[in-house]
C-alpha cells in the first residue's frame, strides 16, 4: 500500500500523517518520569518483536506495562485482560516509528537539544549528572532515552499534519450542530421490573416446578457449624457484687460528684423581643406589664404562660422551667430568679430576650447529698470501674481453655458463667442473633476451617469466641436450602414479563386512543411522566442517556414509541415537543465543532491505518513476532 505514496514528498506527508500519529499518543508513554523501575537482565532482555534491524524486547514492553499500571500491583485477572493488549500496543508503536524512519522522516539533533531544554533542570544539568538522572530515573540508558524522545518528537510533527490534513465540510458542521442543539421533550411511562417483582407473591407449590427446570442456578454455598461463648456486658455486669465497704469508701473520696449548687425550681412567661423593630418595645412590656397584673389579681400563672409565652419549648408546661442552678441562666434572669422566695413572683425582668415574669416554686440550699440518696449511683460507677477489665479476664480465659479443649465449649462457658451459642450451617453474610445484625462477626467466623478457635469478637457490647465444629462443602442445593434464590430469581423473571406484558397492553392502549397517555397509564396502575427538553447526546430526566431516544428526534411530535428497553426498564413514549436547532447561533460554536469533527476523523484515519501497517510490514518480513515470548510474559503476570 505504501507504493503509492512514493512519488513525492507530499505524498508521503499525507501517508505518514495516517500511519504515525498514534505514536504521539503511546511513545511519550516512555517519556514520564519514575516508570522505570528497576529490572533484572537475562529473562527481561528476551526479544518480542523483530523490526527492521531494531528489537523489542521484555523490557521494554514492561516499561509500557508499569506505565499503564502506575507501578501499582497487577491482579491475574486485569493482567489477563490487560497485558496482552500493551504487548500489541507496544509492537504497533515501534512498527509505525520504523516506517516514519524509512520513509524519511527525522528529528534533528537540534530539534533534539531544544526539547531536552525545555523540560527545566534536566536541561540544565552537566552530562554525567545527565546520565545518572536518565539512568535512575527512567531505568533507561542514554541513547535509549533520546531514542524515545525522538520518536515521540516525531510522532507529534506528524500528528499535526494528520490534523491540518483532516477537512471538515460546512455541511458536516451544520449536522453536527443540529445534532447538539436540536431539542426533544417526551411523555414517558416506566415499567420497573424490580417494582413489579416484589409484588410478585408464589407459592411454594409454583416454585418447586420452577426450581426443578432450573437445578443448575441453584447451589447451596459452603457453611460452618459453630460453637460460640459469649460474654454480655448487662449479665456481667450483673454478677459483680458492690459490698458496702466499697460504696462507703467510693462515697468518701468523690463526695465533690454528690455536691448539689443552690437551684431553684422555677417557671416564668417570655414576652419576646427577638426580631422585633424597637417600636415594638415598649407595647410588648406593656404586655408583659399587663399579664403581672393579672397574674398578682389571683390569675392562674400557668394558664397564662401557655396563652402567652414566646418561650414555646416550656409554654405548653406553664413556664416551667424545672430545677435550675447558677450559672445556666443569663445574668439578669438569674439574678431576679434568685433574690426570690419560694413561692414568690419577680416583678417585671428585662433581658436581651425580651420581659419575663418568673415564679419560684421550690428552693434548695447548696449541700451534700447523702449516701442513701446517691448509692445507686455509687454502685454503678463501682461496677462501671471494673467492669471492662473484668469482661476481658473472662473473654481471654474462654478462649485459652477453648483452644486446649475445643470441644468443650459448652462445658467452659457453664464454668465462666458466660452464655453458649451453637449456630448451624453459618455461612457468608449470615448474623448470630445472639451478636446483633454485625455482619463482620459471622464474616471472620466463615474464613475459619474446623477446629479453629477465634480471636475474641467484639459486637457492641459483647465479646464472643468461636470454635468451628465442622465445615459443610458446597452443593447442589434442594428445595428447600435454595427457596429463597428460587422466589428471587422467579420474582425476576415474572418482573420482566409483566414489565413487558403491561408495557405492551399501554402502547395498545395509547396507540387506540390517539396517543391518550393518561389513559394507557390509568389501565395499568401507573403514572404519565414527562421530561425536561434533551438533545441526542445528553440525558433524559428519569430514564439516562439519550441514545434509547432516538426515534424523538426523527418522527412527528404526538408519535407513540415503544415498548422500550431503557437500562433496565421498559418504557412507553410519546414524542409532546421539538425545536430545532437556531442556527442563526453556528457561528458562535463553528470553531469548536470543527476541532471535535477533525479530532474524530484523525482518530478514525489512525486507527484504521494501524493495523494494517504491522500487518504490511509482516508481509514484508520486516516484523516478526515470537509468539513464545509473550506468552511466557503473559503467564508471568497471570501467576
Known amino acids: 500500500m505504501f507504493d503509492l505514496f512514493r512519488g513525492s514528498q507530499k505524498g508521503k506527508k499525507i501517508m505518514l500523517s495516517v500511519v504515525l500519529g498514534v505514536v504521539a499518543l503511546s511513545m511519550l508513554l516512555y517519556l514520564i518520569p519514575g516508570t522505570g523501575a528497576p529490572t533484572s537482565s537475562g529473562a527481561n532482555d528476551q526479544i518480542v518483536a523483530e523490526i527492521g534491524s531494531e528489537t523489542v524486547t521484555v523490557r521494554q514492553v514492561e516499561q509500557g506495562i508499569r506505565v499503564a499500571f502506575r507501578g501499582g500491583q497487577v491482579s491475574p485477572e486485569v493482567a489477563s485482560a490487560i497485558v496482552p493488549q500493551i504487548v500489541e500496543q507496544v509492537i504497533t508503536d515501534r512498527a509505525l516509528a520504523y516506517e516514519a524512519k524509512r520513509l524519511g522522516f527525522e528529528v534533528t539533533d537540534g530539534e533534539l537539544a531544544t526539547t531536552i531544554r525545555s523540560f527545566g533542570e534536566l536541561g540544565t544539568l552537566s552530562p554525567q549528572q545527565y546520565r545518572m538522572t536518565i539512568e535512575q530515573q527512567q531505568n533507561l540508558t542514554v541513547p535509549e532515552f533520546e531514542g524515545n524522545l525522538r520518536l515521540g518528537l516525531l510522532s507529534e510533527d506528524i500528528r499535526e499534519i494528520a490534523m491540518r490534513g483532516a477537512f471538515v465540510s460546512p455541511a458536516e458542521v451544520e449536522a453536527q450542530y443540529r445534532r447538539e442543539n436540536e431539542m426533544a421533550k417526551v411523555e414517558y411511562i416506566a415499567f420497573d421490573p424490580a417494582r413489579l417483582a416484589s409484588e410478585v407473591k408464589a407459592t411454594p407449590e409454583e416454585l418447586k ?11 447451596a454455598p459452603e457453611t460452618r457449624n459453630v460453637q460460640l461463648i459469649v460474654a454480655d ?98 445574668p439578669e434572669f438569674e439574678k431576679a430568679t434568685f433574690a426570690l422566695k419560694q413561692g414568690q413572683i419577680s416583678d417585671v425582668v428585662a433581658t436581651n430576650y425580651g420581659f419575663h415574669i418568673v415564679q ?10 447523702p449516701l442513701d440518696e446517691v448509692r445507686s449511683e455509687v454502685v454503678t460507677a463501682i461496677k462501671s470501674q471494673s467492669l471492662n477489665d473484668r ?31 451453637k449456630v448451624d450451617n453459618l455461612k457468608a453474610g449470615d448474623t448470630v442473633p445472639e451478636l446483633g445484625n ?56 415474572k418482573g420482566v414479563q409483566l414489565a413487558a406484558e403491561k408495557a405492551n397492553k399501554a402502547a395498545d392502549i395509547a396507540k387506540a386512543n390517539g396517543g391518550d397517555m393518561k ?16 438533545n441526542r447526546t445528553g440525558a433524559v430526566e428519569g430514564l439516562g ?33 421539538r425545536s430545532t436547532a437556531d442556527l442563526s447561533k453556528i ?10 469533527l477533525k479530532d474524530k476523523k484523525s482518530r478514525e484515519h489512525f486507527e484504521l491505518v494501524r493495523d494494517s501497517v504491522v500487518s504490511y510490514l509482516s508481509q514484508k518480513g520486516k516484523v516478526k513476532i515470537h509468539q513464545d515470548v509473550i506468552e511466557r510474559l503473559q503467564a508471568r503476570y497471570r501467576s
Open 209 to 219: 416446578p420452577y426450581f426443578e427446570k432450573n437445578r443448575g442456578f441453584f447451589t
Open 233 to 330: 456486658q448487662v449479665k456481667v455486669g450483673e454478677s459483680i457484687q458492690v459490698t458496702d465497704t466499697q460504696v462507703q469508701s467510693y462515697y468518701n473520696s468523690h463526695k465533690d460528684q454528690f455536691r448539689t449548687k443552690e437551684r431553684v425550681k422555677a417557671r416564668h412567661i417570655l414576652i419576646s423581643i427577638l426580631n422585633k423593630p424597637p417600636a415594638e418595645v415598649p407595647k410588648q412590656k406593656a404586655k408583659a406589664e399587663d399579664l403581672l397584673k393579672q397574674i398578682k389579681a389571683g390569675a392562674d400563672f400557668a394558664k397564662l404562660a401557655e396563652q402567652n409565652s414566646d418561650d414555646k419549648t416550656n409554654a405548653s408546661k406553664g413556664g416551667d422551667l424545672g430545677w435550675v442552678m447558677k450559672g445556666q441562666m443569663v
Open 360 to 369: 419560684v416554686m421550690e428552693k434548695e440550699d447548696a449541700h451534700l447529698r
Open 391 to 421: 469482661m476481658q479476664a473472662l473473654a481471654d480465659q474462654a478462649h485459652a481453655e477453648l483452644v486446649k479443649s475445643p470441644q468443650n465449649a459448652q462445658q467452659i462457658a457453664s464454668k465462666l458463667g458466660l452464655l453458649f451459642v
Open 438 to 493: 454485625d455482619v463482620q462477626v459471622g464474616g471472620a467466623i466463615t474464613s475459619m476451617q474446623k477446629g479453629a478457635v477465634s480471636q475474641v469478637i467484639q459486637s457492641g457490647e459483647k465479646l464472643a469466641i468461636a470454635v468451628v465444629t465442622n465445615v459443610n462443602p458446597s452443593h447442589p442445593a434442594d428445595f428447600a436450602e435454595a427457596e429463597a434464590q428460587v422466589r428471587t430469581r422467579y420474582g425476576q423473571e
Open 519 to 534: 389513559a394507557a397509564a390509568k389501565a395499568v396502575g401507573l403514572e404519565v411522566k414527562t421530561s425536561s427538553p434533551f
Open 545 to 577: 442517556d439519550a441514545r434509547y431516544m432516538g426515534d424523538s428526534f426523527d418522527k412527528p411530535v404526538g408519535t407513540v414509541i415503544g415498548p422500550l428497553n431503557v437500562g433496565t426498564q421498559t418504557v412507553l413514549v410519546k414524542i409532546v415537543d
Open 587 to 596: 457561528g458562535q460554536e463553528r470553531e469548536t465543532i470543527v476541532k471535535q
